[in-house]
């Protein structure tokens, strides 16, 4: 290598440093991304047509199974129930603030139209760009939009005659350079072609992958490459910057038609809590059917989630952690990220009818003579068919310990009993350190 390629190089690499540094350092993009704290992850690809977990049932398979999956699935696969202004929508009004899309698995199969390789959405029966029409829809809706891209390939393995597998050395792009240029080929691609505000990338080892990002567009967020994206768990405590957890509603990524078991409303709800208390983002994942549409047990959760986001989304964006507790028996806290303002999440009440009251004790807070409280949502001055019902929210600093006193006034179900947990505001307090 001679002096001047050798040179050219190292300004390279040091301009890739650089922008990698420039996010890592960057306080705006951070703040920006833990603002969010609600997003929304889709898995979906031609395999959804099995029912069966996405790609990773090439890992071991026979030739004949990686013949047919790759050959004769993108000859069915046709979502002519697709619509993306709808799945916008849905996750708008859920209260997602992004979305990350599975644009590339493992298995190679790639939902755009890309000039990389046959093995994409426009070679079968639909034969259209599904990530930019995904894009268009969640960019009308203000949402930010995520790429989940994976780094593996096994239809490039294939085709280079190495084995099918996570763990080969083939299989890492450190390890494989014609794998690792043909995956820059393809984010460059989908950096030009749809701008994504965040990237996910889904491998053991990544290279250079995340400073190619960063030095292509520094104002994109890496999650998955680049913070702590805790899978299917949720850390015992705060992590410190951004991180993410990324669970499914049941035990699949993909679409699941048989033996799945989905988490309740409510339990997604509380766990949304617990990660917001945290400090984290929560990922929750969404797969669609073979046919575009959102299955019905998904939207259910996802329109639960809309009715108990749309009361009390203010104490699950633009939040941090309380300095000195995150929990206090029942209650989970958040605090905004600019005010004197705490949010109080009483979660595990049970049959709590409507229009009657409870009282919580408090050891991490203190009020002072400006304190103020509020139940997200109501107006605390009536209850519905019950006028002498005044539903105030009071408070009482004892010694020790502040009590509140609040009641669930607000009907959100026929049956006056609103399942979830209700969000209690409370304004200018001080902190107590146990």
């Known amino acids: 290598m001679n002096f001047k390629h050798n040179y050219t190089l190292g300004i390279l690499m040091l301009m890739c440093f650089s922008a990698f540094a420039q ?14 704290g609600f997003g929304i992850f889709v898995h979906w690809s031609l395999d959804s047509q099995l029912g069966s977990v996405i790609s990773h049932s090439l890992v071991g398979a026979s030739d004949k199974y990686v013949e047919k999956y790759m050959n004769k699935l993108p000859k069915t696969f046709y979502p002519n129930k697709f619509d993306a202004d709808e799945w916008a929508r849905l996750f708008k009004i859920a209260g997602a603030e992004y979305v990350v899309f599975t644009a590339k698995h493992h298995n190679g199969f790639c939902m755009w139209n890309t000039k990389t390789t046959d093995f994409n959405i426009m070679n079968t029966p639909y ?15 203000d949402l930010k939009v995520g790429l989940y891209f994976s780094p593996e390939d096994f239809s490039i393995l294939k085709k280079q005659g190495h084995l099918i597998s996570r ?14 240029a043909y995956d820059k080929k393809q984010i460059d691609e989908l950096i030009d072609k749809y701008s994504p505000d965040i990237m996910f990338f889904d491998s053991f080892k990544k290279g250079d992958i995340v400073q190619h990002v960063h030095a292509k567009d520094p104002s994109i967020i890496v999650t998955r490459g680049e913070m702590k994206t805790p899978e299917q768990n949720i850390p015992d405590k705060p992590m410190p910057g951004p991180w993410e ?37 929560f990922l929750m994942n969404v797969g669609p059917k073979p046919n575009g549409e959102i299955p019905i047990e998904q939207e259910e959760r996802l329109r639960e989630i809309a009715l108990w986001m749309f009361v009390n989304d203010e104490a699950i964006k633009n939040v941090r952690p309380l300095p000195t507790t995150i929990k206090d028996g029942y209650l989970w806290f958040t605090k905004n990220k600019d005010k004197n303002t705490v949010y109080a999440f009483v979660t595990g009440q049970k049959d709590w009818f409507k229009g009657r009251r409870r009282n919580f004790l408090m050891k991490n807070l203190k009020a002072t003579k400006n304190t103020t409280i509020s139940v ?24 020790k310990l502040l009590e509140i006193s609040i009641s669930k006034a607000q009907r959100l179900y026929n049956d006056k009993i609103w399942p979830n947990p209700i969000v209690v505001k409370i304004t200018n307090v001080e902190f107590i350190n146990k």
């Open 167 to 180: 763990n080969s050395k083939m299989s890492s792009v450190t390890e494989n350079p014609e794998l690792l």
């Open 376 to 399: 997200l949502g109501q107006s605390d001055l009536e209850v519905e068919y019950w006028p002498e019902n005044i539903p105030e929210s009071r408070f009482i600093q004892h010694e």
């Open 23 to 36: 996010l890592k350092n960057n306080p705006t993009l951070e703040e920006d991304f833990i603002d969010m």
């Open 127 to 141: 034969g259209k760009d599904i990530v930019g029409q995904l894009v268009a829809a969640l960019r009308h809706q």
């Open 245 to 281: 957890t990324c669970m499914t509603m049941g035990t699949q990524w993909q679409y699941k038609p048989t033996n799945e078991v989905y988490k309740d409303g409510t339990e997604l709800i509380e766990k949304l809590i617990e990660i917001r208390a945290k400090g984290g983002n």
